[in-house]
C-alpha cells in the first residue's frame, strides 16, 4: 500500500490494470494473426521531463496504441502493457506501464543483458515505405537499454549503431528481483531524438501525415515469462524480427487537447455544483438542483451509449416457460421473453422460493441477478456454473426472494449481432434488455413490484448500474467487482470498454481518453440517489483499481446527505481478488433486505 500512494501519486491515471473482457486461446490467436494495428502519435504540447512519472498533462491525455497481443501465450498471467506515444520537432517520447507481478531487472548499462530482464522494445522503420530497414531499442526499468539497427531486414542481420541521447527512466510499484511478494506495474519513460534516424527518415522532421512501420514487444523475466506485441506475429514460435508485420505509426501536427465540451466538469470528482445553461457555476443546495445536474448526467451517458429506447408501446413479453425443475427449497423455471424484436427471445433463469409463508408467496420481494463475462451466462448466478462464491440468485433465491438471471447479449444462449443491430451500443441493448426483465418480475403474481433490486458482478455489476440510471424501479444496486473511475481503468486507456459488446464510441468519438469522456462512475453511482446502492471492491480486483471506487464513493457521499439517503449509500473492501466473497455478499443481502427485503414496511 506504501508504494501504491506513492506512485498513484506520481503516475496518475497511468496505473493499469487488466482487461475485463476476456476470450478464449484459439478465439485471442485468431484476431491477433489478423489486420496490422495503427495509431496516431500527437505532438506534445509542452516540454517532456523524463523522469519516469509520466505526469505531464500530455501524457494523462494521450491515448494507447492498443492492447497488447499474447501470440504464444502457454501459461501463467497475461500481464498486459500499455504504451502511449508523442512527438515534437527534435524527440519522440514513450511512455509504458506493465503490469508484473514480480519485477526482474538487472542491467542498468548501454548495451547489457537487458533481454534477460523484464524489458520493453521497439522496433521501427522511419521510412513506410522500406519497412525492413528498421531500428530497435530495448529497456528495462533500470534505465539499462541496448540498441540495434538491420539495415537490410532480419535476414540481413544486425550492425553496430549507438543511438545518441537515449534516455529511460523508471518507476516500479513492488520489490525488484524479489519473487517472495507481488508486485503491480513498472513504468519507464523514454526519449530517443529524431536526429537518431534523419538520414533514413522519409520527412525530417515528420509532417502531419508522416507514417512510419513499428512494432513493439515485451519479454524476458525470471518469473511467469512471455511474449507479448502490440502486432502479433504469424509465427507458430516467439518472433520479433518480423517487419512485414510492423504496424502503422501516423504522425500528427495536433496536440491531443482535452475537448472541454466533453469535460466541463473537470475530473468529475466534485459533484456539489452544476454549469448551467449559461456556463455559469451553481451550488447544488437542494434535490431540486442536483436534479439539473441529473439529467445533464444522463444527456452525457447517452452520447456515448445512445439513447435509451422509449417506444410508445413496448413490444409483448410473450414470456414462455421452457423447462421447469423443482428442488427442496425452490422452483427453477428456464423461460424465454421477447424485449424489443418479435423474432428474437431472451433466456433467462426464474427462481422461486418455497420456504416462505403461502401468506408471503403474492407480495415478494424480486432481485435481478446479473452474471460477469462467461460463456454459461445466466447459469452462473443461479448455481449451474462456475464458483459458488457467483451463485448469488440461488442465495438469494433461498432467502426469500424471486430472482430472475438472463443472459447478456452474446452470451449463454443469447446468441447476438452487435454489428447488425439499431443500438449504438452494446451496454444500451443490455439495458434496454434488463428494463424488459423488470417488467417480467412485475408482471409474475409472486412479486410485489414495488420492491424490486438487482445484483451482479464485474460485467454484471457494472451493468446493473447503467440499468438503475434509466430505469427507478429499481430500488436498490449491488455491484461486486463492478467499476473504478476511468482515469484509474487499464492506465487510462479504455480500450476494453470500447468494444461492440460495451461503448464502441468510446474508441471513435472518445479517442479511448478518460478526460475526454463526457462521464465518469461518480456521476453514474451518484445519480442513482436516493434508491439504495452497494459496492463491493476487493483490495486486489486485477480488473478495477479500488482506489478509483474510494474515490467514487467519497464524490458521491454529499449528494447522498443532501436527499437524506445517507445510509443507502455503503461499501466493503475485502482482502480478496476479483471475486465475491461469502462476507461480502453476506453484507449485501443485508443491504438489500434493509432496502426492499421482508423486514422493510416502506416501498
Keep these: 500500500m506504501r508504494l501504491r500512494t506513492i506512485l498513484a501519486m506520481r503516475i496518475g491515471t497511468l496505473l493499469r490494470v487488466l482487461c475485463i473482457i476476456c476470450s478464449s ?72 506501464v506493465c503490469d508484473d507481478r514480480h519485477i526482474a531487472a538487472r542491467a542498468a548499462e548501454h548495451d547489457g543483458a537487458v533481454a534477460q530482464d523484464d524489458c520493453i522494445e521497439i522496433m521501427v522503420s522511419p521510412d513506410a515505405s522500406l519497412p525492413k530497414r528498421y531500428f530497435n531499442v530495448e529497456w528495462n526499468v533500470l534505465g539499462g537499454y541496448v540498441d540495434g539497427h538491420r539495415p537490410n531486414g532480419a535476414e540481413g542481420g544486425r550492425v553496430e549503431w549507438n543511438a545518441d541521447g537515449v534516455q529511460v527512466k523508471g518507476q516500479t510499484e513492488g520489490t525488484v528481483n524479489d519473487d517472495s511478494d507481488e508486485d503491480r506495474c513498472w513504468v519507464t519513460e523514454t526519449v530517443i531524438p529524431l536526429a537518431n534516424f534523419r538520414e533514413f527518415m522519409a520527412e525530417y522532421p515528420p509532417e502531419e501525415g508522416t507514417e512510419w512501420r513499428a512494432n513493439f514487444n515485451r519479454h524476458g523475466g525470471e518469473v511467469n515469462q512471455q511474449y507479448s506485441q502490440w502486432s502479433a506475429v504469424d509465427s507458430p514460435t516467439p518472433a520479433f524480427h518480423a517487419p512485414h508485420r510492423f504496424g502503422t505509426l501516423t504522425f500528427s501536427e495536433e496536440t491531443n487537447a482535452i475537448d472541454r465540451s466533453n469535460s466541463r466538469y473537470g475530473d468529475r470528482l466534485d459533484l456539489t455544483y452544476l454549469i448551467d445553461d449559461a456556463g455559469q457555476r451553481v451550488a447544488i443546495k437542494a434535490p431540486a438542483d442536483w436534479d439539473q445536474r441529473r439529467k445533464q448526467i444522463v444527456a452525457a451517458v447517452e452520447e456515448v451509449m445512445g439513447t435509451f429506447p422509449r417506444p410508445a408501446i413496448a413490444q409483448p413479453l410473450d414470456v414462455e416457460v421452457l423447462e421447469e425443475i423443482v428442488e427442496d427449497d425452490y422452483i427453477r423455471r428456464k423461460i424465454a421473453y421477447h424485449t424489443d424484436r418479435s423474432d428474437q427471445r431472451v433466456t433467462a433463469w426464474l427462481l422461486l422460493p418455497k420456504t416462505v409463508a403461502p401468506a408471503e408467496r403474492h407480495s415478494l420481494p424480486a432481485v435481478l441477478c446479473l452474471h460477469q463475462t462467461t460463456t454459461p451466462g445466466k447459469d452462473q448466478p443461479v448455481g449451474l456454473a462456475d464458483r459458488p462464491s457467483l451463485h448469488y440468485a440461488l442465495e438469494l433465491t433461498r432467502r426469500g426472494y424471486v430472482t430472475l438471471a438472463p443472459d447478456y447479449p452474446s452470451l449463454g444462449e443469447y446468441g447476438y449481432d452487435f454489428e447488425a443491430d439499431e443500438y449504438v451500443s452494446g451496454s444500451m441493448k443490455a439495458i434496454y434488455d434488463n428494463t424488459r426483465a423488470i417488467d417480467v418480475l412485475q408482471s409474475l403474481p409472486e412479486v410485489d413490484p414495488e420492491r424490486i433490486g438487482c445484483i451482479g458482478h464485474s460485467l454484471g455489476g457494472h451493468n446493473g448500474l447503467f440499468t438503475a440510471l434509466f430505469d427507478d424501479r429499481l430500488k436498490a444496486v449491488v455491484t461486486c467487482c463492478g467499476f473504478t473511475r476511468f482515469a484509474r481503468y487499464m492506465g487510462g486507456d479504455l480500450t476494453g470498454w470500447s468494444g461492440p459488446r460495451y461503448m464502441p464510441r468510446i474508441a471513435s468519438e472518445y479517442g479511448l481518453c478518460p478526460q475526454k469522456m463526457p462521464f465518469d462512475f461518480p456521476e453514474i453511482i451518484t445519480a442513482i440517489a436516493p434508491r439504495g446502492v452497494f459496492v463491493v471492491a476487493p483490495l486486489r480486483d486485477s480488473n478495477f483499481d479500488v482506489v478509483g471506487v474510494r474515490e467514487t464513493m467519497a464524490a458521491a457521499a454529499p449528494i447522498y446527505a443532501l436527499l437524506g439517503a445517507q445510509d443507502r449509500l455503503a461499501a466493503v473492501y475485502p482482502d480478496a481478488e476479483h471475486d465475491f466473497p461469502s462476507e461480502s455478499r453476506e453484507a449485501a443481502y443485508e443491504f438489500i433486505d434493509a432496502v426492499i427485503g421482508k423486514r422493510n414496511t416502506e416501498p
Aim: hydrophobic share 45%; net charge negative; proline share 4%.
Design 25 to 96: 486461446q484459439a478465439a485471442s490467436i485468431a484476431a491477433e494473426r489478423g489486420a496490422l494495428p495503427s495509431s496516431v502519435i500527437y505532438r506534445a504540447s509542452q516540454p517532456i521531463v523524463i523522469d519516469g512519472r509520466l505526469d505531464e498533462a500530455d501524457w494523462r491525455n494521450a491515448t494507447s496504441i492498443g492492447e497488447f497481443q499474447f501470440p504464444w501465450f502457454k501459461e501463467g498471467a497475461r500481464e498486459n502493457s500499455v504504451v502511449k506515444l508523442l512527438w515534437d520537432a527534435e524527440n519522440l517520447y514513450i511512455g509504458c
